[in-house]
DNA sequence: GAGATAACCC
DNA sequence: GGGTTATCTC
């Protein structure tokens, strides 16, 4: 949200990774096989479909930004419910990411850890889907 | 950095390191009878919606375990795109679960180590991270 | 806690 | 690269 730049006196000091930041997005010619792109998220999901809707309506615009701000200001107006499709569509990519990580682990070189992973967010599906204790059917 | 987060949620293991980052639903006394885990509130949503469609379909019966049965084995058929929806609303819910939870800590003056609201993604507790030094930059 | 990254498209 | 936001990794 509101980012909270502190001041303008962080410098970006590049990542002491080594692998710049952005880079070797699926290059397999390096020594290591370039881990699964992450998953795109709601908001993401949610701007495939705008840019179709928004495209339409301004052909003309070109403008990455444009459509960005735009849907950047749609996605906040919208309520919880109208961006569930685009949750679930996210959850189901997340699962996806997760096997495709858990391979990747494997690939690379898997130090036998105690396997253990780090767990993410387990909201996966039904199996870890929220529960909430309430009984009460909220009549929406 | 190889070290990667992979999600292991089919093991259900518990966690060795003491402190289990799920929330204490009431884990019961141990030896207490396992108390049936109750069903995703996701399907209880989607539920609301099945017993509308089978009363069409079925209006004579009146029977709840004929509904619950069908609908059990149709929300296992649906993919997870199609869950979505019911998931969304969950995760609805969920958020104001979180909501509730926030002004629980505020009144209980709980220390944020494991009281921690929607936040659950647990990160690498104590991973040491072997400091690899892949310094192969692609030399472009 | 904060920097980084994901798609889009020209 | 720009511009958004939510998630990720460190």
Redesign the pocket.
Same mark, same amino acid.
């Given at each position: 949200?509101t980012?909270? +730049?502190?001041s303008s006196s962080?410098t970006?000091k590049?990542?002491k990774?080594g692998k #710049?930041? #952005?880079?070797k997005?699926g290059v397999a010619s390096s020594s290591g096989p370039a881990r699964p792109?992450?998953p795109? $998220?709601?908001?993401?999901l949610f701007?495939?479909d705008f840019?179709k809707s928004y495209?339409e309506e301004h052909p003309e615009n070109? +403008?990455? #930004?444009a459509?960005?701000?735009a =849907? =950047?200001?749609r996605?906040?107006s919208m309520s919880l419910a109208e961006k569930s499709p685009y $949750?679930g569509k996210?959850v189901e990519r997340?699962v996806d990411?997760d096997k495709a990580?858990e391979s990747y682990n494997e690939n690379e070189n898997v130090k036998e850890d105690e396997a253990e992973p780090?767990a +993410? +967010?387990e909201k996966s599906t039904s199996e870890s889907t929220p529960e909430v204790e309430d009984d009460e059917e909220d009549s929406s």
């Open positions: 949200m980012r909270v +730049s502190a962080r970006l590049p990542r990774d #710049s930041i #952005s880079k997005k792109k992450r795109p $998220i709601a908001f993401l701007m495939e840019r495209k070109k +403008s990455v #930004s459509v960005a701000k =849907g =950047g200001e996605w906040k $949750i996210a997340k990411y990580m780090a +993410s +967010s």
